[in-house]
């Protein structure tokens, strides 16, 4: 079974503390050059959360920023105009360098993108060699819902079901994997937004696993990136998001044998879009809903120095639009 994460959520402390401000100045000057205002991306009333692990007993309040984390100082040093989505960034996970940034901090909802945080806990917390059968919160019937085909009764290991998640983003196999973690969809959405007040994704609410629409379920660009950095540090999660096609072979409620075949849906990956000439990509999630218009999070890197970059494009118009978008400024990578 997976491991028990309950992390309790303690009346918020406003701390507010100098050596917290010196490390804000500190990481400004050093991600985005000096002689600029700092501009929280929260503030000090948002930040603060103390966390007490259970199974340890330790707790300790959420740092406002880490060393290795990015900061958006002054997003008009960028131009606007380079993407016409919503929200944009592109940030270096090597050196901690801004490369875009517009509209990091604005609410959004995420589509699919959510499945990153829910694969992420599934790699951190879970067993991946656990046999989970699917119970009958894995029948969604919401129209345009995405699947991986999965029914109740059929029995496939944790990471069979990441595959599923994160390829065709099957939403049944994200409430699937929600039952598994946390008994219940509350329970497990509850899960996702201790994570994400633990990475300081203080911009972030969850209410599901997949993304389906919530007008209480949303993030932000910044966040994303945060969590994505996160699950980026587990090669399991960079094995399934590299991955273009996968089959899955397993048994259903009578014994039979099932075989599935899942294609990802990253335009990159697929080779149905070339990336800019010296970028690779390596991993990333799309995600698209009415409400949410089309995103995207990326995992690229320089095909000869090596170093990597997290880019995100949310609420783009049409699928083109917004790899068009994702070009623009994953370009800056190399020019």
Partial sequence: MARDVQVGRRAAK??????LCGLACLLVSSCAGP?????????FQEQGFELEDKETGESGTVPLFAEELCVVSDESLYDADVVNSEAGILFSISDGEVLYSKNAFERLYPASTTKIMTALLAVKYGNLDDMVTVTDEAVITEAGATL????PGDVLSLRQLLYGLMLPSGNDAGAAIAVHMGQTIEGFAQMMNEEAIRLGATGTHFVNPHGLHDENHYTTAYDLYLIFQEALKYPEFR?????AVYAADYKDKDGNDVSRTWEGGNWYLTGKRETPEGVTVFSGKTGTTQAAGCCLVLGSRKENGGEEYISVILKASTRNNLYDNMTNIISKIVN
């Fill in 148 to 151: 991986s085909g999965i029914k």
């Fill in 35 to 43: 002689q600029r205002e700092l501009q929280l991306p929260y503030s």
């Fill in 14 to 19: 406003r701390k507010v503390l100098a050596p």
């Fill in 239 to 243: 094995e399934v998001t590299k991955t």
